[in-house]
């Protein structure tokens, strides 16, 4: 695919002006040739793999992002699901050794985040599966760069019951472990239906089994030229014509991440894999998807409307990103992550915006609940019919939904946790009091969806 010199120009300036950035730059990584009887040998297999591969990957980046003139804010790595690897040590050894080792080394190779402390436990787990998600909670309290994801559901397995119910109590486990930082390492934790092999951002970042040895993933972004483009549109602008002006733009955005991603692989000697074309906001003012809503003609994010809104947006992404390149993968579409967007902070603030709304809002857009907080006094088992509830909506429409949520110890509803960075901040918001207790006590499997027989 070829470049033109007006392109590049056209992108330098949304670049100074609208926000744009590559979000991130992700190196998948095969760690399966790691796998020892001993957690001690994996360990430091694992180290050097990591540390050997990616040597290069935050000095070649930043190279090629001085040279176009655009920013890549993160560079990443997403990991083989490490439950995988540690099979074969048949609990010898303590986890928190490979868990430190795959921190070490994404501190060692300068890199923002590594994925892939994860499982797949869709329809169950092993014996060394169960002591694997026992070792969560303490894995990412005891780290910084780590993160980790649970897969407990499929359009095809349906939603293992079993497997919610013990990640509500991770959860909760993960957030007391991290009292002190307002229950940070459930904001390095992601538990997902439909979880797809070649998304590169995190939280929820793995390499799947049915990827190459080594690849580079681009997760684009963009949200801040999009609001841009919307609020300089006319106000009676039909939607039909609103969401060609996404699209149109959108195109542009994959034809710059695919620029840098294809550069990166090239310097780097290794395949180019897909562009994630999902608008991933932060809490800079402006780079809002919440913003790109309301300029859409709404009072508020979260109020009657909103849905169909961000139908029409996330629509229009996937179709000028599908235009732009044949390698579009990840989730593409759009993120909610309600404490890294400023205006769904005041939106929730101010009663706009609720968890009740999230889970619609998850219908039409990708991921889901995310980077939401909760009063540290919830239940593990409301945390796991929250959850629930997202696998359901992924289950029955064919599509990646997840949960990223945070019960900030001794924090309660009108309170406000503060992460910082990246992670931003987030408003405690309501939960319905209402207990699910019985429900999720019950466990076993709610059966995939009829449809999911076809072949």
Request: glycine share 10%; with cysteine; charged share 20%.
């Amino acid at each position: 695919m070829e470049y033109t010199q007006a392109e590049i120009l056209q992108t330098v300036r949304m670049t100074e002006m609208e926000h744009l950035d590559i979000r991130t730059v992700t190196l998948g990584l095969s760690l399966r040739d790691c796998a020892t009887d001993s957690l001690e040998r994996t360990a430091e297999r694992v180290r050097e793999k990591i540390e050997r591969t990616a040597g290069r990957l935050v000095e070649t980046v930043n190279q090629i992002g001085d040279e176009v003139g655009i920013r890549i804010a993160n560079k990443r790595i997403s990991l083989t699901p490490v439950s995988q690897i540690v099979e074969a040590a048949r609990g010898e050894g303590n986890l928190l050794t490979v868990a430190r080792a795959i921190d070490e080394a994404a501190r060692s190779v300068g890199v923002d985040f590594v994925g892939g402390y994860s499982a797949l436990v869709h329809k169950g787990w092993t014996q060394s599966g169960g002591a694997f998600l026992d070792s969560i909670p303490e894995a990412l309290s005891e780290t910084e760069r780590l993160c980790s994801s649970l897969n407990v559901a499929t359009s095809r397995a349906g939603i293992n019951m079993d497997a919610v119910r013990r990640t509500g109590t991770l959860i909760k486990e993960m957030a007391e472990r991290t009292r002190e930082r307002g229950g940070l390492a459930c904001a390095k934790f992601v538990c997902f239906a439909n979880a797809v092999e070649d998304n590169p951002f995190m939280a929820g970042a793995f390499h799947g089994t049915g990827e190459p040895e080594a690849v580079i993933n681009v997760g684009v972004s963009g949200p801040g030229v999009v609001n841009h483009a919307v609020r300089q549109a006319a106000k009676d602008l039909p939607l039909h014509e609103l969401a060609e002006l996404i699209k149109k733009l959108s195109f542009k955005l994959a034809r710059a991440g695919e620029l840098v991603g294809r550069e990166a692989a090239r310097r780097l000697g290794l395949p180019f894999g897909i562009i994630d074309l999902s608008l991933a906001p932060t809490p800079v003012p402006g780079d809002s998807v919440a913003e790109i809503i309301e300029a859409m003609g709404f009072e508020r994010a979260g109020t009657h409307g909103t849905t169909a809104a961000l139908a029409l947006l996330t629509d229009a992404v996937k179709k000028g990103g599908a235009m732009a390149s044949t390698s579009v993968g990840g989730m593409s579409g759009a993120f909610i992550p309600v404490s890294e967007d400023a205006a769904m902070i005041d939106a929730a603030r101010v009663g706009a915006l609720s968890l009740d709304k999230l889970e619609a809002w998850t219908s039409v857009c990708s991921v889901g609940i995310d980077m939401v907080a909760v009063p540290g006094s919830t239940s593990a088992e409301t945390i796991s019919a929250i959850i629930a509830d997202e696998m359901a909506v992924g289950v029955m429409n064919h599509k990646t939904t997840a949960v990223r949520i945070i019960p900030v110890p001794g924090m309660e509803v009108g309170e406000t946790v503060e992460f910082g960075g990246l992670l931003g901040s987030a408003p405690i918001m309501p939960v319905n009091s209402f207990s699910s207790s019985a429900f999720i006590h019950r466990g076993g499997r709610i059966p995939a969806p009829i449809h999911s027989l076809r072949n």
